[in-house]
């Protein structure tokens, strides 16, 4: 139908141009466009691959390509393949000069895609593709309300919803700054697969489950945080020792929310305003992570400088060499503490949304308090030394044990030693590939070895401390130390009475 209507206004433009030769081009043009209006009830929409200046892939054209490949794949008698998440499935999308129908409540749309060859091929930055890509949609002009209004909307809500599910997730990296060169990527990137999940990771059950409970609530809430005027995004403190699962934690926080991480390394960004650069280039749904923020930023630089200048008189060569050398070091590095601040929650901070920031450092108590006040630091979640319930959860994932007769010593031990989980988990690791109870058995033997060696190396490191100290205040203070002696043994047990005791004990023995 559609040929013959065409047909029909191809055959009047040859008798117009007959018969009205004195016609300009452009008033023939509209003429002839009136015209077919009348005649041909058709509209047709255009959405070209790529928009605007830097070239950036139009997100409509990419919502359509999903949308037609999920509803309307089939229908299109050339398909082009490409490897989607995790290479394992191919995804389907309509090739060039395809045209496919799609039936939106009742109505028909002619969907057809077209690729024009770029004439002139111009000098620019960026790669430019070979062809300009588009999507045309054809429909009667009595839709154009339906269209407008839920049509185009389904489609958009669609496309990115299949895109989010089919997303690779990403671990981003900043790549040291350099001010020669102003179009280099800013991040850059390897897919993030992670696999640790809060399941494996082992802390007191309650800590774990109010954690979780906190970052579904963020996911959810953004109408909440646009209520109260506040922009959406959190920030986490993670401290504790080595070893105690920080880092492994925010990655079972990126697998629970489905976000891409950005792992800024702030000794590589020269100032402030490229740290404002690389915060404006994250997108939303993401994980900001600044690990060891107390070694990445010189954030007592001016006190330690004037402390420095006090102690100058007595301060040995050896010692100024070391802080002129540090000095230096830090020099390329000009991020500050309020430039610090400002990143977390200034103006630029709210471009994007749905972002959380972590710091983890190994010791929280050396952190700015302005850092980490409630609101920059919303929650402060401490990794600590294993306890027995986070043991149990080792024991389950790495062994697979429930119960074993061990955990009563376990037990004992664990509450009184100082062990990072990462050491049980090494300790815990299967070392034949089948398991089985007898190298569970063997695993649990060398765990109980390990924390009852441990235990007694922290109890000989305590009284040799004592020792010392007790050292040191008899070689200073020899008087008072003679009176200590003697309250000492007020309080402790008479000589004569402590004989009796044993005597005692000897004889029922
Ligand atoms: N709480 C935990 N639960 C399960 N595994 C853990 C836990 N803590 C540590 N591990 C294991 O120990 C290893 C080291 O942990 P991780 O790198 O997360 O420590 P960290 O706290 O980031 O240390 P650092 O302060 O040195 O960066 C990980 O591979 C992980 O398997
Ligand atoms: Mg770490």
Known sequence: MMGSTLGTVMFLWMVIRQFFPYFSDLHLRRWVEKMVGYVYPYVQ?????????????????????????????????RLRAELGKDSSQLVLSMDEHQEVVDVFEGVSFWWSSSVSIVKSPQFSFYPTPEGKRSYQVTFHRR?????????LAAIMAQGREILAQRRQRKLFTNSP????????????????????????????????????????????????????????KRGYLLYGPPGTGKSTMIAAMANLLEYDVYDLELTAVKDNSSLRRLLIETSSKSIIVIEDIDCSLDLTGSRRKKAAAAAAGEETE????????????????????????????????????????????????????????????????????????????????????????????????????????????????PRSRYGGAAEADACMDALVRALEDSKAKAAAARAAEAAEAAAGVVSLEPEKTTERGKAAGKVGPEPEKTAEVAAEAASEV
């Open 177 to 232: 700054s350099r001010d020669s060169d102003y179009r280099q990527l800013l991040w850059s990137h390897v897919p993030f697969e992670h696999p640790a999940t809060f399941d494996t990771i082992a802390m007191d059950p309650q800590k774990k489950n109010e954690l979780i409970q906190d970052l579904l609530n963020f996911r959810d809430s953004k109408d909440y945080y646009r209520k109260v005027g506040k922009a959406w």
């Open 318 to 429: 050896e010692k100024k060499v070391k802080e002129a050398m540090r000095e230096r070091d830090n020099e390329d590095s000009k991020v500050t503490l309020s430039g610090l601040l400002n990143f977390i929650d200034g103006l630029w901070s709210s471009c994007g949304g749905e972002r959380l920031i972590v710091f983890t450092t190994n010791y929280a108590e050396k952190l700015d308090p302005a850092l980490v006040r409630r609101g920059r630091m919303d929650m402060h979640i401490e990794l600590s030394y294993c306890r027995f319930e986070a043991f149990k959860m080792l024991a389950r994932n790495y062994l697979g044990l429930e119960d074993h007769r061990r955990f009563s010593d376990v037990r004992r031990i664990i509450e009184e030693v100082d062990i990072t989980p990462a050491d049980i988990a090494e300790l815990l690791m």
């Open 143 to 151: 839709h154009r309300d339906l269209v407008n209004g839920r049509y």
């Open 45 to 77: 929409i255009s959405f070209p691959e790529f928009v605007g200046e830097r070239l950036k892939r139009s997100e409509a054209f990419t919502a359509i390509e999903i949308y037609l490949s999920a509803n309307c794949g089939g229908a299109a008698r």
